[in-house]
């Protein structure tokens, strides 16, 4: 039917019977758009689990429009409903053009990503697993980077 294949933007809700969640979110998923979705039911684990697996922006509980009046929650769509969020601080960062601007003020007589590379391979592995494995043990990566800078 076309009232679920199209975008409706009022106050329709089709019923479409289904034996199984699998086939319910197999249904809800098939529709090329996915701005915003509703699950209801009385079981929350039940609610919860489907509303995970839904391809939606947003999904509310027995709930219809909660996610869009929350201007602290992201809103958007997905699929052919859009791309990007507004609303809450990541909205915000949408409309930000964000840059990484480094300065190398070229007082190293060596870089550790250059030639040579004898005598690195244990500084680089220990600064690549402190920083991978253990983020929060940022004095070990930091003497990890100052082992290499010697080298």
Known sequence: MEVVCE???GPVMPVIPFKTEKEV???ANESNYGL???VW???LKKARRVASRLVSGAVTINEVLVSVANHYLPFGGTKDSGI???HSEEGLRIFCHEKAIILDRGKLNKEIQ???YK???LAFLQLFQ??????KKWIRFLQSYLKLLRK
């Open 25 to 27: 979110i197999k249904l």
């Open 41 to 43: 039911t009385s079981d």
């Open 7 to 9: 975008e409706t933007f």
């Open 114 to 116: 250059w030639y040579p």
């Open 84 to 86: 990007g969020r507004y």
């Open 36 to 38: 915003n979705a509703s």
């Open 119 to 121: 005598g690195k391979y």
């Open 130 to 135: 402190s920083y991978f494995r253990e983020r």
